[in-house]
């Protein structure tokens, strides 16, 4: 069983930069992809970012392209999310996802074996 927990939300102004982080236990890390999803209020969960197991390949949505950026540390069992150019359309609860498949470039919020509890990130205008 792994458990994930995510750290790193918080407000900040458009513009601005937050860098989420994402702490794995009770696995071995090196053997799921990490990926990235937010929802927001009366929406459905949207699939941010993911890197997969060695970190060699990534995924990022088109609404976020260009401005995230997925790393991972396998050695300390970390993926972290480096969010700048913030926009409020960003404004979400961020949760943390890991699957066993190692194929990033789609992730249905059914495939995930486990998820976070989520960290909430607001951006003010």
């Known amino acids: 069983q792994v458990q994930l927990e995510e750290s790193g939300g918080g407000l900040v102004q458009a513009g601005g930069s937050l860098r989420l982080s994402c702490v794995a236990s009770?696995?071995?890390?090196?053997?799921?992809?990490m990926g990235w999803f937010r929802q927001a209020p009366g929406k459905e969960r949207e699939y941010v970012a993911a890197i997969s197991r060695g970190g060699s390949s990534t995924y990022y949505a088109d609404s976020v392209k260009d401005r995230f950026t997925i790393s991972r540390d396998n050695a300390k069992n970390t993926v972290h999310l480096q969010m700048n150019s913030l926009k409020p359309v960003d404004t979400a609860v961020y949760y943390c996802?890991?699957?066993?498949?190692?194929?990033?470039?789609?992730?249905?919020?059914?495939?995930?074996?486990?998820w976070g509890q989520g960290t909430q990130v607001t951006v003010s205008s």
């Open positions: 009770g696995g071995t890390f090196s053997d799921y992809a």
């Open positions: 996802a890991a699957k066993a498949v190692n194929y990033v470039n789609k992730w249905r919020t059914d495939q995930s074996d486990y």
